[in-house]
């Protein structure tokens, strides 16, 4: 019931704007509207809940054109990479038109005839999405021109130029702390509470942080440390509150329930979610996400996945050799939980042809030969897909960036480790991370300004957790580490041409021809020993016509996408302004070599 009374009150708002499209268009213009708005505090929730703006299943999309996830759709960064992009090809981004309604309400709310706390925790709320609004922008642009008030067209900032980097973090950290302080702990499910602009403060303040540590393009280095040092002051408050908890049941279930659920109002973990109503908002959860055609999880990740007893999968024999069938044996339980398995069914087959049995990949579909599972719906249940809620925040990001806070200010100790690191690795079983962990070096030399080997193994652990929660390309992006797009994403081992098991269970499935040799017409083809037809694909090197590429022609990895580009230092960490914008305002700047 609480999520259902709080979702009708988003849909009010919904309808009122809806039906209502220029209102918010011509304010202030219209200055009627505005007397005759903001006076009431269901004016006030009206008009807030029209401000929200969360991801919903699209959050498992947007780790595509990453290191973890190949893509053969469109991406922003794979255009810039692949392209000679400029500001009239990467034109997108610069859009107002939120920040002017979220100034609107701030100007107007002081109508309302409310105590002051209630007015502060509607601005506080107001002032978290001007935060959050423009940290985008900060992430895209560096500098960007801060507004606080709405515009007019005579206003004489209109056409001014850019405030620095450094003065639109500061102006964004006031937002979150006055939100921090102003905005109510007990809200209904659905809705932006305290602990929301916690977790998202914190989660910006080691972006924040990170990012000037290492991008000495800025030369903000000097200036790291006191975002640090927020983001730990909030996780640590976050964490002290005791009002969240991870999700723990079976180490071999827990984490993937996390994903699939149709009410997370009352799950400990979760700090926000975007709710779904039953025959009022559909979940939009994608047959998509389980990656034919679109997307395909990467062997890269797959390798990053620690064994069952905490040594490195790179520790083990010929490890870059092992089949599909071998590299799932003895891992990271989180591994099966976010990939789909050798003996794994499909449910939910959709388009995909293979039916309701031991899923066999489809390698002219699928381009790495792995499958996301994680935040895929599984399930012929139409009632139940269209109700599934997206944990869009959950606690244990607030542990990982605790930890890696802590380490990057050179604080971090084994009881810190125990309290976050080893609570995740505890869900699953896992080993506990030790201060004297050895250092990794396929991990070092993926990031060569790291020395300490319990901070690449933080980085390991985050990337492990929030594996396709969208967080990747941030990642990369603060930690300086944008070449490792460049690296060619890989799929699965076949070290010849012959016949394979995909499922696990002992018999061959599919069978490999090399390019010169014609796959037989059906009534010619071998069955297996279970009577099931063998499916066949012809194999060979990039450019060949053939079913799928591996990287030796007969044998080695499948290739994904052959040319992934060159990734530009500084200048890929950003976006241009686009270029028509610079001609209607000619005191905006590129930076960074964007034209």
Known sequence: MEKLLNFSLLVISLIFTSCNDNFLERLPETEIAIDNFFNTEEDLVIYINSLYDFPGFELYFQDNATDNNATTG??????????????????????????????????????????????????????F??????????????????????????????????????????????????????????????????????????????????????HSELGLESTANSFLNIAVKITKEIVESNQFSLHTSNSKTAYFELFNQTDLSSNTEVIFSNISVPNIK???????????????????????????????????????TMTFSEEFVSRDPRMSQTYSFPGWELFNVSSYSNGVRNYVQQFNRNFTGYHQIKGFINSTDQDYTNN?????????????????????????????????????????QMPH?????AKDPILSAKYPKVNSSVLLEIRRERRIEMAFEGRRLDDLNRWHAGKLLEIEPLGLYFPNTGKYDLTGDGVEDVILLDANTAIPNSEN???????????????????????????????????????????????????????????????????????
């Open 129 to 214: 999405f001007r935060a959050q609004f423009y940290m985008e922008k900060v992430k895209r642009y560096s500098n960007v021109p801060w507004y606080d008030e709405v515009l007019t067209p005579s206003s004489e900032d209109l056409f001014k130029e850019s405030d620095s980097r450094s003065f639109v973090i500061e102006k964004i950290m006031e937002d979150y702390q006055f939100a921090m302080d102003h905005v109510f702990e007990n809200q209904l499910s659905g809705n932006v509470n305290k602990w929301v602009v916690a977790a998202y403060y914190s989660r910006n303040a080691l972006y924040e942080g990170t990012y000037r540590k290492y």
């Open 388 to 428: 599934i809620d997206v944990p869009v925040f959950r606690y244990a990001e607030v542990l990982l960036t605790h930890a890696e806070a802590m380490a990057e200010l050179g604080l971090l100790n084994q009881t810190i480790l125990d309290a976050t690191i080893n609570q995740l690795r505890d869900r699953v």
């Open 282 to 320: 559909d979940s939009g959860a994608s047959e998509t996400v389980f990656g034919n055609y679109e997307m395909s999880p990467t062997k890269d990740l797959a390798n990053s996945y620690l064994m069952l007893d905490g040594s490195f999968f790179s520790q083990q024999p010929k490890y870059e």
């Open 74 to 127: 469109i991406r922003e960064i794979k255009t810039i990479m692949t392209t000679n992009a400029n500001a009239s090809v990467i034109n997108t981004g610069w859009d107002w038109s939120a920040l002017r309604d979220i100034n609107i309400f701030l100007a107007n709310s002081e109508k309302a005839q409310i105590s002051e706390d209630i007015r502060n925790h509607y601005n506080g709320i107001a002032r």
């Open 433 to 437: 991370l030790k201060m004297d962990v």
């Open 525 to 595: 083809r071998e069955k297996n020993s279970l009577g099931v037809n063998y499916i066949y694909y012809r194999v060979g090197i990039v450019g060949e016509n053939v079913d799928f590429y591996l990287t030796n022609g007969n044998s080695g990895n499948v290739v994904a996408t052959p040319e992934r580009g060159v990734f530009q230092e500084p200048k890929h960490y950003y976006r241009p302004i686009p270029a028509n914008e610079i001609t209607l305002n000619p005191n905006l700047k590129q930076l960074f070599g964007w034209e």
